[in-house]
């Protein structure tokens, strides 16, 4: 396939959006035939061409009306003859209303996808109805699984109706942890996404090299980043802490096959180099840390992690609460969950000219370990590894965001946050 051609029309494409595009234009300039280009297009993209251009300019439209500007203009300026065919077509392809959109989710400029940089699923409603016959699902509501507070849409996620949600991927592995730790956390009595065996009792289906699984939505809301810092933020940090916690003692009983993941070498040997002169890092400050933290590494406990934390992923329900998304479940140090989940509130709302609000964060960093110490004990080398697994989480995450245009906002405030957190080392220690 020669993805590099593809690549040129993903940006003649987006380059085009208020333009006329046909497809006999772009293959032109793909210099393939029309059957040809259709089937390379596909198979690079993951749904047609038309279809494609179609979902680029109504999440571009959508962002547009979101700033302000009138419906029915930016409905004119992306091709429709009314906003009535625009609302219409928004419905169809991303699975709300516009009005319901804005009102639940921020409307993010959409990424430039790149094919040459990273791996990106984008599945039809067409094919996912395909695959939902598995369940007899076929003719439920399909939409786009949307994270409110940052308007990332997921690429390896849809909602199936109210109860459900449809997860896809290339890599085997990921599905099958998925569904090993869900299946294992439900024995244990932890509120968890339980996975849905199709028609014929398999628990997930394969099709044309991707794997797909279904599982239960669990009711309730996410914590939002923003209300962490509202009335009452304390009580809030360590009721995170002490669920993350609950976590930790929950997967320490559990008999999963995960990778493992050593946070050291992976700080040390890639983060730290990736990093070299991208970061501000004090010489003397990195061997320092990184001496000490080869100390304290292979006496801190390790055991089956969540790896990924972060507020939009732990939901809660009344009294009720349960995290989702373990598909980057591992084998690692145990304190690496609390420290990411303070990490990730940091990251979502990191305002580097407000003092007041970095301070607070430190506070709720602080709750967050004190919550979570107070249900699962932390040993004295856990304690005072605390701020070393936390900026070493903060140099690896910095390391990949560093080459993904997807991520170059993210990228960007990461490092201004990386070089503030080895400025405020010492305030980080328990």
């Given at each position: 396939?020669d993805?590099?051609?593809i ?16 497809v006999?234009?772009?293959?032109d ?5 029309l ?8 198979s ?7 279809q494609?251009i ?8 959508i962002?547009e009306?979101s700033l302000?500007?009138?419906k029915?203009?930016v ?8 906003y009535a065919?625009f609302?219409?077509?928004f ?8 009005k319901v ?16 940089q ?21 003719n ?8 409110g507070?940052?308007?990332e ?6 909602y199936v ?11 085997l592995?990921?599905?099958?942890k998925t569904?090993?730790i869900s ?5 244990i009595?932890l ?14 289906v394969e ?12 009711q309730?809301e ?7 810092y ?11 802490g ?7 003692l ?5 008999d ?15 983060a730290?180099?990736?990093l ?11 061997e ?5 933290f ?15 934390p972060?507020?939009?992923n732990?939901i809660?329900n ?7 998304d373990f598909?980057?479940?591992?084998c690692?140090?145990?304190?690496y969950?609390?420290c990411y989940a303070a ?6 709302s ?9 301070k607070?964060w430190?506070e709720?960093f602080?709750?967050i ?10 040993t ?15 140099f690896?995450?910095t ?9 170059k906002d993210?990228y960007?405030?990461?490092?201004s946050?990386t ?10 220690k328990i």
């Amino acid at each position: 396939m020669d993805r590099k051609a593809i690549q040129r029309i993903l940006d003649y494409i987006e380059d085009n959006l208020k333009a006329e595009i046909s497809v006999e234009e772009l293959s032109d300039l793909a210099g393939f035939s029309l059957f040809h280009f259709y089937r390379l297009f596909q198979s690079a993209v993951g749904m047609p061409v038309m279809q494609y251009i179609t979902r680029r300019r109504l999440l571009h439209g959508i962002h547009e009306i979101s700033l302000g500007h009138k419906k029915i203009d930016v409905a004119l300026s992306y091709g429709y003859e009314t906003y009535a065919g625009f609302y219409k077509s928004f419905v169809r392809e991303i699975g709300y209303t516009p009005k319901v959109y804005l009102k639940m989710y921020k409307a993010k400029k959409p990424y430039r996808i790149n094919i040459l940089q990273e791996e990106h699923i984008i599945m039809s409603q067409k094919k996912i109805r395909d695959i939902l016959i598995n369940w007899e699902l076929e003719n439920e509501k399909i939409a786009d699984v949307v994270y409110g507070e940052t308007g990332e849409i997921s690429d390896s996620a849809k909602y199936v109706g109210e109860d459900y949600v449809i997860k896809f991927s290339a890599n085997l592995g990921s599905i099958k942890k998925t569904i090993d730790i869900s299946h294992a956390l439900e024995s244990i009595g932890l509120l968890a996404a339980q996975t849905i065996p199709t028609k014929d009792g398999k628990y997930y289906v394969e099709d044309a090299g991707l794997y797909y699984v279904l599982s239960k939505r669990i009711q309730g809301e996410n914590i939002k980043v923003g209300s962490v810092y509202l009335d009452e933020y304390l009580e809030k940090a360590r009721f995170i802490g002490e669920i993350v916690g609950q976590l930790s003692l929950a997967l320490a009983k559990i008999d999963v096959v995960v990778d493992d993941m050593n946070i050291l070498k992976n700080v040390c040997e890639w983060a730290i180099p990736a990093l070299n002169e991208k970061v501000v890092i004090d010489k003397s400050f990195l061997e320092s840390y990184q001496r000490r933290f080869r100390e304290l590494y292979d006496e801190l406990p390790k055991q089956i992690i969540h790896r990924d934390p972060n507020p939009s992923n732990i939901i809660t329900n009344d009294d009720k609460w349960g995290f989702i998304d373990f598909d980057l479940s591992e084998c690692s140090v145990r304190i690496y969950d609390p420290c990411y989940a303070a990490s990730a509130i940091l990251s979502e709302s990191f305002e580097l000219d407000n003092p007041d609000k970095l301070k607070k964060w430190i506070e709720i960093f602080r709750e967050i370990m004190y919550g979570y110490d107070a249900v699962a004990k932390l040993t004295e080398s856990e304690k005072e590894a605390i701020p070393y697994v936390l900026l070493a989480n903060q140099f690896i995450a910095t390391s990949w965001f560093a080459d993904k245009d997807k991520y170059k906002d993210i990228y960007e405030v990461n490092v201004s946050m990386t070089e503030w957190m080895i400025d405020h080392f010492e305030n980080l220690k328990i």
